[in-house]
């Protein structure tokens, strides 16, 4: 099937065109069509599958063949509003659909938190058509800037399961009582559980549920799962990346101080990385994700504010350093490789206690796992290098990851792509090479350079940041 045959008119299939798409996926195919039709829908499909230009092209032309009566009312409010959970999303969404409509008048905005309200403000007085909003900055514009919803008669809800999580099923209710009566509603998700269902009676009138099945257009993502002491998951990490010499990856963590502990392991191995989560400001977060889609930096450390909306290109490596504190962010954390039709890997470390949730997690998302796997060097019994010794046994009262009460010397040799810090420790190594340097991972000399500390260990997820509502 072509876009042709979907019912878009010309400015829509030559954007389409322009952006390199050349048939639709799974999901396309099935929205669009009833989308123009007017159909109140919830469309299930899994992440990195063509879902934002599902509803984005159908909201698109309806209001570019909108009368210029219709089109006027711009001028008060805008006529589509799409609501999402996180700021990167939203920037995300906006920037789709500025490329879809280049050929036409249409006008598009991304309002969010963490940044100045009053130039958005601004751009809304100036007039927009489609809105794409977090609800927190939506009723801050609503209440103290007499921003009107009126005009709009397409509500879309991204990522309905995330909003649920995050508690803006209120705001989703308000939302619905100050946009025009007549209106389409079109709800997406990548989880299909019975909360979003329930959310979708709720809104919906007679809804079409959609539920789409990959294809193998769509990617390959292929799965590895090993076990091993929390205390040496960062020194495992590490020696991966060196190893094989990968110089993109996206790790996932359960807290914002797990972030900052990771990414502290990781500069001292020689690896460029940054933190990526909501305690940090929009700029920095932007700095980082951008350094991070050209090259210049290596991994990026996140929590579960980047499982959803970041669409990094070909990224090749997603990573869970242990797992989320909400099954359902395990799905959209792996759905951030092998996206619009690029393979990718998707690597669990885990230890033993995590080991039955990560079962019943992949049972739930019906996710073909491999059995868990011992890196060699780290199987149950393995000496523990030197430096490991004087910690607590794994799961013990510093659980909540080491910290470092001095920095660590760190030798300036760096092996390919400045992947790693040269020799740390002097013990016999089982391990290969961690970064590009000589790391050994067997006995270690505790008075060999950069070892001469106490460390404490990297264990189960600390107290959760508090995240509250992502979006605002």
């Known amino acids: 099937m072509s876009f042709e045959q979907l019912g878009l008119d010309q400015p829509l299939l030559h954007a389409v065109a322009d952006v390199g798409y050349r048939q639709p996926t799974p999901i396309q195919q099935q929205v669009i069509p009833e989308a123009l039709k007017g159909r109140d829908m919830l469309a299930c499909a899994r992440t990195g599958t063509g879902k934002t230009a599902a509803f984005l092209l159908p909201l698109l032309q309806r209001l570019n063949a909108s009368s210029a009566q219709e089109q006027a009312q711009a001028s008060t409010g805008p006529r589509a509003l799409v609501l999402v959970p996180t700021r990167e999303l939203a920037q995300q969404v906006a920037l789709a659909a500025e490329r879809y409509s280049r050929a036409t008048a249409l006008r598009t905005l991304a309002v969010y938190g963490g940044a100045n309200i009053r130039p958005q403000a601004r751009a809304l007085a100036s007039g927009i058509d489609l809105l794409v909003a977090t609800p927190g900055r939506l009723f801050d514009l609503v209440n103290h800037f007499g921003l009107r919803l009126d005009a709009v008669s397409v509500l879309v809800v991204d990522e309905a399961d995330r909003m649920l999580d995050l508690g803006f099923v209120r705001d989703i209710h308000k939302c ?26 709720e809104l919906l009138r007679d809804p079409l549920w959609i539920q789409a099945t990959a294809t193998e257009a769509e990617g390959k993502l292929s799965q590895q799962v090993w076990q091993l002491d929390s205390r040496r998951r960062s020194e495992f990490l590490a020696e991966l990346i060196g190893r094989n010499n990968w110089q993109q990856v996206l790790v996932f963590v359960a807290s914002r101080q797990q972030a900052g502990q990771l990414c502290q392991e990781l500069k001292l191995d020689g690896l460029k990385a940054e933190e990526f989560h909501g305690e940090r400001t929009q700029g920095a977060r932007n700095r980082a994700l951008d350094a991070f889609k050209e090259g210049k930096l290596r991994v990026l450390v996140a929590t579960d504010v980047a499982a959803r909306g970041l669409h990094i290109e070909a990224l090749p490596v997603v990573v869970n350093f242990g797992l989320p504190e909400a099954d359902e962010d395990f799905t959209h954390r792996i759905g951030r490789s092998a996206r619009a039709g690029q393979d990718g890997l998707a690597l669990t470390l885990v230890t033993a206690k995590e080991l039955p949730r990560l079962k019943q997690i992949a049972a739930k998302a019906g996710i073909a796992l491999p059995d868990a796997a011992f890196p060699a060097g780290y199987e149950p019994g393995a000496p523990l290098p030197a430096r490991y010794r004087e910690l607590p046994p794994e799961g013990g009262a510093v659980a909540g990851g080491y910290r470092e009460d001095k920095p660590r010397r760190r030798s300036d040799a760096r092996g390919p792509g400045n992947s790693s810090s040269g020799n740390r420790g002097s013990g016999s190594s089982s391990q290969g090479n961690r970064g590009s340097g000589n790391r050994g991972s067997g006995n270690r000399n505790p008075n060999s350079r950069g070892d001469n500390r106490n460390r404490k260990a990297f264990g189960a997820p600390g107290k959760k940041s508090p995240g509250g509502k992502a979006g605002r």
């Open 176 to 201: 619905r009582a100050l946009i025009a009566a007549e209106h389409q509603t079109l709800c997406f998700s990548a989880t299909f559980d019975a909360r979003v269902q329930a959310l979708g009676r």
